[in-house]
């Protein structure tokens, strides 16, 4: 009876009757706020208790918190609450005074709050949300994969921050602080363990004040970074790879800038080729046109220049450049690509490499030469070998005699060939170059005696690899002319080689004298020939001697001085 009537009352109040229908939890505190006075039907749904079992209940069973502090705690925002079977709910409460309209809320919708949705749309990522008031963070379900944490407010600063150093926690306390205390955002960088594996987080905030200016929390986005840091790492590490094998090639990097004309040069070789200290600076293309670059090298470059711009290829060219630290001319190539910020656009920059490639520049034009001296060599030896025979042919009493006068005068020209091509070959002896050269031409008697037609006098000099070569290809000239047109050329004609070792130089100076008498009426020739130029750029290009030469009638006659250089033990393979 007394339920019918509490029924009807509720009936009549209309108040009564849109609390408990209300699609809304509603809950109601006593004044000190540790009881519940009222809660609506759709509360006690959302967090599980049977309808009617809540009034009387002390509100410290909804938190699931011990009872000290729970003054000031059930502030206006998210909370996290407990059902009655325990597991947890992440609500929504909105306060009136005492009365609290609580609603249930997604994680990933809590994080979206209106303080920090700009932050988050910017950054889409993972979201949290730190309230001052609990200490708690809320984790979106990103946020909480990338910590390895259960979505929610489940998770502390405290316990957040277990992994890291004291270090690391004083440097991030003050950034934080910093920007509380400002209202300014932050960001910082911090390793962190999670699942055992120390991952790299980018982690951005600002601070949200509460009613009172101070701040009340923090919102922001978090981010995995560990593999762009690997990334960063592993591009210092190529960066450092390619310093290494373009120091070991010794290879100049470049950056162009085409606007400003400025250069940077990203190693030390290229202030090396260049001869530059670092306190000179770098060169633009206006002074490495105008200045550095040899002047008949400057159209082919600048050809190279426009034609690169214009088919959008990679820039090749080669020239001479003035060394600044000693003012050497030295030769360079040089490779690189324009760059543009877009298709059709002009290029802002070239990139590129500088090697100074003097010294094969140098051994490519002396291995041309030997090559073509091979050539001229072969067609000399042909006619070398055809003044022998005739030679051996005019003097030998019988077949017998003619072999063997003939195939020790070929042993003997096969023997000079050798020295000069033998790598290892490291000195020689100007009389046994002599020897091997002259000796096919020394006629011999029948009683074994030479008929004196070469004459050679001088002391025992060593020549180094490094001229014995050059000298040795001379004397080899000499010879052949000799007998192609000279004194060799007849059974007459005698040839009188004498040198001297005169002070000077690191090892001396070698004075070195070839006369020719008796041959054929000489006369000075109308060309230039091979052999001619052979000897002018062996001896005074790579030997640096004082050549002189006479054509008189009565026989050819060449004076040379050449310093000797010093022994170079190091090269001495039995060393």
């Known amino acids: 009876m007394s339920e019918q009537v509490g029924q009807d009352s509720a009936a009549d109040d209309p108040y009564r009757t849109g609390f408990e229908e209300a699609a809304i939890g509603l809950l109601v505190l006593s004044a000190d706020e540790s009881l519940i006075v009222a809660a609506n039907r759709t509360l006690h749904d959302l967090i599980g208790w049977p309808p009617g079992t809540l009034p009387g209940r002390a509100a410290a069973e909804l938190l699931g918190d011990e009872p000290s502090g729970l003054q000031g705690r059930l502030q206006a925002g998210l909370q996290l609450w407990r059902r009655a079977d325990g597991s947890p ?22 994080a979206h709050s209106e303080a920090n949705s700009e932050a988050l749309a910017a950054a889409g990522l993972g979201e949290w949300r730190w309230d001052g008031a609990t200490g708690l963070l809320t984790l979106s379900r990103r946020a909480a994969r990338i910590l390895g944490r259960p979505p929610g407010r489940s998770v502390s600063w405290e316990d957040m921050t277990t992994s890291l150093s004291e270090a690391e926690l004083a440097r991030l306390g003050a950034l934080t602080a910093e920007a509380g205390a400002t209202g300014s955002s932050y960001q910082f960088d911090t390793p962190i363990t999670v699942a055992g594996r120390t991952v790299i987080l980018r982690v951005r905030g600002q601070a949200v004040p509460g009613p009172d ?28 790879r390619l310093r290494v094998a373009t120091t070991i090639a010794k290879l100049g990097i470049f950056e162009w800038h085409m606007l400003e004309d400025q250069a940077i040069w990203e190693n030390e070789h290229m202030y090396e080729i260049f001869g530059h200290a670092p306190e000179d600076g770098t060169i633009g293309k206006a002074e490495f046109l105008n200045d550095i670059l040899h002047p008949e090298d400057r159209p082919a470059v600048r050809k190279a220049i426009s034609r690169a711009l214009r088919e959008d290829g990679i820039l090749q060219i080669g020239g001479r450049i003035r060394r600044k630290s000693d003012g050497v001319w030295r030769t360079i190539d040089m490779a690189g690509r324009f760059e543009r910020d877009a298709p059709g656009r002009l290029p802002r920059r070239l990139i590129g490499v500088v090697a100074d490639v003097t010294d094969r520049r140098i051994a490519e034009e002396r291995q041309s030469l030997l090559i073509r001296e091979l050539h001229h060599r072969v067609k000399n030896t042909l006619a070398t070998v055809q003044a022998i025979v005739g030679s051996t042919a005019r003097t030998a009493s019988s077949i017998e005699s003619f072999y063997e006068a003939f195939v020790g005068r070929i042993k003997s020209l096969a023997h000079t060939h050798s020295v000069l091509t033998e790598d290892a070959w ?40 490094e001229i014995a070569v050059p000298i040795g290809m001379a004397i080899h000239e000499l010879t052949t002319n000799a007998a192609k047109y000279g004194a060799l050329s007849n059974r007459t004609g005698r040839v009188a080689v004498a040198w001297t070792l005169e002070p000077g130089g690191p090892a001396g100076i070698l004075r070195f004298s070839w006369r020719e008498t008796g041959g054929p009426p000489v006369a000075p020739p109308s060309r230039q020939g091979f052999g001619s130029r052979l000897l002018q750029r062996v001896l005074i290009a790579q030997v640096q001697a004082e050549v002189t030469t006479d054509y008189a009638p009565g026989g050819f006659t060449l004076t040379m001085r050449a310093p000797i250089p010093p022994r170079n033990d190091s090269l001495n393979p039995l060393v």
Not at 89 to 104: C, H, N, P, Q
Not at 435 to 459: M, T, W
């Open 89 to 110: 709910l992440d609500v929504r409460v909105i306060r009136a005074g005492r009365t609290l309209v609580v609603e249930s809320v997604d994680v990933d919708a809590a």
């Open 213 to 240: 200016g101070e701040p009340a929390s923090m919102v922001g986005v978090i981010q995995d970074i560990t593999t762009r840091v690997e990334a960063r790492d592993e591009i210092l590490s190529r960066d450092q």
């Open 426 to 465: 490291q000195m020689a002896s100007l009389e046994n170059l002599l020897l091997n050269e002259l000796k096919p031409y020394a006629e011999v008697d029948a009683e074994g005696g030479a008929e004196g037609r070469i004459s050679l006098s001088g002391p025992g000099i060593d020549l180094p690899s």
